[in-house]
């Protein structure tokens, strides 16, 4: 089986008529398992009355579907949140979105020559089915997305394969704790199975953990896998064009890595060096980006700008 996961972001409702409804949160999951290949759609259902869902949803995907059926603020700040992430996009643009009116939106964004089609549900499953998460070499790297617990089972978390294979009975840590875990079983869209491959949505009971202490964006990993503290040390800043905030060194925001969403204080903002004290450890791997929110701005979006993490 081949997996992929796919954020739909722009336009509510429209995940649940791609799949079939899964884990409900602040981001609603939907699965859709056709000839052998499994994708996850990921909606984030509470944006934009809450911020961090959107990071969530495109921090989990392979793929994004950014949906213009309308201009809306919700839609502008989702756009350039979009522009800033790394993920590979298409524009679904609704029959209401005149070309050259879409054209003025996506002008000077890396979106301006993205890929483009209609919004017709049989086309977009039909790109759903196209879609396929590139393989990552390396230790095994699982983000979590939920936990919960399962009577006679013990703790059970979610999340998709980014690197490597993951077997049951592997041993792992919890990063960024310090607690070592262990693999008792995995189930991949709820069959067994002894292993997973990257870009496959898993369900993994874990021993030597309980649920409550598993929260999103932890990650399983190798023990010496990743960098873990509260400290992020970056490069390669780039500001969002349309923040019209002012966080600077000092001020108070919120620190996006992955699944992860904390608050944190800026140290140092500039294109060669970003260094931020998060209030609590945090999981980053050198390379991938970062991004800083800024939830007092207002107006225009909450998103300040994006930079790529290196070693401390």
Not at 73 to 102: Q, W
């Amino acid at each position: 089986m081949t997996g992929a996961t796919v954020a739909v972001v722009g336009a509510e409702g429209l995940a649940k008529e791609l799949g079939k409804k899964g884990t409900t949160s602040d981001i609603s999951l939907f699965n859709a398992v056709r000839d052998g290949h499994a994708v996850t759609i990921v909606e984030p259902t509470q944006f934009p009355e809450k911020f961090s869902p959107l990071l969530v949803a495109l921090g989990m995907a392979d793929h994004a579907l950014l949906v213009v059926a309308e201009l809306s603020r919700a839609v502008a700040e989702t756009i350039a949140v979009v522009d800033l992430a790394d993920v590979p996009t298409t524009t679904v643009v609704g029959p209401s979105i005149g070309e050259s009116e879409l054209g003025k939106v996506l002008k000077g964004s890396r979106l301006e020559t993205a890929p483009r089609m209609p919004l017709d549900l049989p086309a977009l499953r039909a790109r759903v089915d196209e879609l396929r998460a590139v393989a990552a070499d390396g230790p095994v790297e699982v983000p979590i997305d939920h936990a919960f617990p399962v009577k006679g089972v013990g703790a059970v978390a979610l999340g998709v394969v980014r690197r490597g294979v993951l077997r049951a009975h592997d041993r792992l840590r919890l990063h960024p704790t310090a607690k070592d875990v262990e693999v008792r079983s995995l189930q991949v869209h709820d069959v067994d199975r002894t292993d997973a491959e990257c870009g496959e949505r898993v369900g993994v009971a874990l021993k030597g953990v309980d649920a409550d202490e598993i929260s999103r964006g932890q990650t399983l990993a190798p023990a010496d896998a990743l960098r873990d503290g509260p400290t992020v040390a970056g490069t390669n800043w780039r500001r969002c064009r349309y923040y019209r905030g002012d966080a600077g060194v000092g001020a108070q925001v919120h620190l996006s890595l992955g699944l992860q969403v904390v608050p944190a204080t800026i140290e140092a903002l500039g294109e060669s060096e970003v260094r931020l004290a998060a209030d609590r450890p945090v999981v980053a791997r050198p390379g991938e980006p970062g991004f800083l929110v800024d939830l007092s701005v207002p107006a225009g979006p909450r998103i300040v700008g994006r930079f790529s993490v290196r070693p401390e």
